[in-house]
């Protein structure tokens, strides 16, 4: 008998049953993995410094200085 049949039907209850546990672990007051860390405000970034540092061939375009 050959496995393959059984890889879809595995994976997917393999899938469910790690959904479930997470549920229980947050409804349990645990530490949720959604739950941003760090400043409560956030800067966007600017996306011509950004372009400066990572695409240098184009810094005589965009970039001034």
């Known amino acids: 008998m050959s496995r393959a049949p059984c890889f879809t039907p595995t994976f997917a209850v393999s899938r469910?049953?790690?959904?479930?546990?997470?549920v229980l672990e947050q409804a349990q007051g645990g530490r949720s993995s959604a739950r941003r860390?760090?400043?409560?405000?956030?800067?966007?970034a600017d996306?011509?410094?950004r372009a400066?540092?990572?695409f240098p061939a184009l810094a005589?375009?965009?970039?001034r200085g």
């Open 16 to 22: 469910v049953v790690g959904w479930c546990a997470n």
């Open 52 to 54: 400066c540092r990572c």
């Open 37 to 44: 860390r760090g400043t409560s405000v956030r800067r966007p």
């Open 60 to 63: 005589s375009l965009v970039c």
């Open 47 to 49: 996306p011509r410094a």
